[in-house]
Nanobody
Framework: QVQLVESGGGSVQAGGSLRLSCAAS????????MGWYRQAPGKQRELVAS?????MTNYADSVKGRFSTSRDSRTVYLRMNSLKPEDTAVYYC?????????WGQGTQVTVSS
């Protein structure tokens, strides 16, 4: 079983920055893609950023140039700069480990104007 623990959410004013972390633990044999999704009220969950084991990254158009993701062996990070009110959402990490997708519990990010 794999557990994911997220941290780093909170409230910030527009233009501010936050960094999210997601640590994986448990019986992990391999981790492939790690990433972040978000879900705003009344909207579908959407991919924000992902990073492969080899370090290739992918970003939603809405966050390109503002967000960056990185990882080490069992932790994935999301650095969010120049935050906008439309970035307000619950952010979930997603890890593909042992050929199974796992989700974090979600962390709230609120950006005020």
């Amino acid at each position: 079983q794999v557990q994911l623990v997220e941290s780093g959410g909170g409230s910030v004013q527009a233009g501010g920055s936050l960094r999210l972390s997601c640590a994986a633990s448990g019986s992990i044999f391999s981790i492939n893609v790690m990433g972040w999704y978000r879900q705003a009220p009344g909207k579908q969950r959407e991919l924000v950023a992902s990073i492969t084991r080899g370090g290739m990254t992918n970003y939603a158009d809405s966050v390109k140039g503002r967000f960056s993701t990185s990882r080490d062996s069992r932790t994935v990070y999301l650095r969010m700069n120049s935050l906008k009110p439309e970035d307000t959402a619950v952010y979930y990490c997603n890890v593909f480990a042992n050929n199974t997708a796992y989700w974090g519990q979600g962390t709230q990010v609120t950006v005020s104007s």
